[in-house]
């Protein structure tokens, strides 16, 4: 098989060798200060580097320019998202799944986890919880299982989630992932009105991935790492891509991703739209410690500066798997979206499950509630946004990307994200976090760069006070 990011083979995009080759060649050049210097004035450019370059600044041993690294990428972080903060939880649909992930308490053969699938009265009830909570952007979860979780039964709580309007609540943008489906599938979606489309490679070591899904359709690897442009050609154009780090070694999927990212670039002209970078946890039935590649904090940081580096135009996720002070580190240096307040379990935003019916799929890190979450992100200086304007602007894939390039997104994420936290402050939050949040509004308001934007956010923002909503750019 040889390399070609072009090819719409998994293993010529994803190709092993290759991977193997810039793992040879980073090893080879990380106390290479020359290297290292021509590497790190291109990340300077902020238009990117291939998946070789970055690899080398990955396994960089030199103290000083790894601190370079961090530099940089806590530079693009600033100049591309600001200290914006964009928020979203998950919401766990159905917990059945035919699969046999190792890493995954969902797995078919799990019998004392309890299965829930939820009805659409159920549905709306999460809903509801989640907007009463203040949250305006979910990601859809589901397990992979035709005869429970078809995708009539996905476009039809997609419809729900869209129809419920309580008091001021909304969703305004349903991101969805499921597993790996049909052109004809991914079509349907977006015609439902998804954002992104979401799901995780898990792993691209392909020998690894075929032992850790032994059974069901996703021990497929070629079909589940294809699965992004089937979603394209369905018309998805924006997808969000991660791994589950502690699977393999974190090298070989660093690797990947940013491949991964240089394909869907080089076949349809725009890269993913997000990265997540979750973390294997401990869950029923799962240990861990089971899996020997687990990374430390130390190299889950670094790792998070490369791919800010790598690719500054691709929002960068983590959810609470991570612990906030985890959370709080990594924000700096690239994370553009995280979850709060969130249940992983099917039904958890309504009631807490009793222990002996677990259904979560992982244990959660950080328990806080979503207003606790918002404070603390304006007590570290960041602007909580609960902005989905793009998607419903259809601002959407290439047109989305030239925003970006051009550095005109800017404009409208930073009026934007005050406009919808002002929304989250007046309806839910508690009086304290009101309090911060007003004064950081005043106060950023004067960071908006034109004049016309800021008398048109504060003539928004008093709208607001009075009962309006849903104001965007
Ligand atoms: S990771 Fe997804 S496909 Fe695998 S068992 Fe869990 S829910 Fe099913
Ligand atoms: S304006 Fe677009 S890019 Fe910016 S925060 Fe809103 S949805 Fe995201």
Redesign the pocket.
Known sequence: MNYNPASKKAEEFINHEEILETLEYAQANKNNVELIDQILAKARLKKGLSHREAAVLLDCEIPEKTQEIFELARQIKEEFYGN?I?MFAPLYLSNYCVNGCLYCPYHLKNKHIARKKLTQEEIRREVIALQDMGHKRLALETGEDPVNNPIEYILESIRTIYSIKHKNGAIRRVNVNIAATTVENYRKLKEAGIGTYILFQETYHKESYERLHPTGPKHNYCYHTEAMDRAMEGGIDDVGIGVLFGLELYRYEFAGLLMHAEHLEAVFGVGPHTISVPRLRRADDIDPDEFDNGISDEIFEKIVACIRVAVPYTGMIISTRESKACRERVLKLGISQISGGSRTSVGGYVEEEPEEENSAQFDVSDNRTLDQVVRWLMELGYIP?F?????REG?TGDRFMSLCKSGQ?QN??HP??LMTLKEYLEDYAAPETKRIGEALIQKEIGNIPKEKVQEIVRKNLAEIEQGKRDFRF
Request: with cysteine; hydrophobic share 30%; charged share 15%.
């Open positions: 914006r964009v946004s902005c989905t304007a793009c998607y601002r997104i409208c994420c934007n994200a």
